[in-house]
């Protein structure tokens, strides 16, 4: 990391930016293209979990270990200043690589299901069945990450996130 002094490596820490992202980007490569898209998501006990349709261009690119790369961030605002150059921006981001693969067990599904739901507050299960017969669920297994936090006083901060 090009700037160590904000690097942050207390795992509680990066959980915390964790709970506090509101959308995971998710990178792959198919046939040498590059394709990200955005999430919502739930974490749980090392792994990052994601639900869509039963088909479509995110799971024909999984595979057996195919690797990915997905971001998070929480905590943005734009830092505004008198030049044009002297702006910034104050953020906590969390950039990882691991493996996708479809979730086919139908416990983890449910307990997946369970991780998304209370990421955003919502009531878990139980899930209709006709419903999950039309979800997929895919797990990121984290393989390594990095996370950083740039953050002013909270008074010099325009907030953009919400």
Sequence with gaps: MRRGEQEITDQSEIE???????????AFLSQGEPYIVPVCFGYR???????????GRKLDMLGPGVKVCFELEADVAVLEAKSACA???AYS???????????????????ALDAIMSHYGGQSGPYNQKTLGRTAVVRIDIESLSCKSSQPPPQTATRTDG
């Design 45 to 55: 006990q090392g792994a990052f979990y994601f639900h869509c349709a039963p088909e």
């Design 16 to 26: 915390s930016i964790i709970s506090r992202a509101q959308v995971c980007r998710i």
């Design 87 to 89: 702006w910034g921006m």
């Design 93 to 111: 981001s969390v950039i990882g690589w691991g493996s996708a693969s479809r979730v086919s067990d139908e416990s983890e599904r449910s307990a």
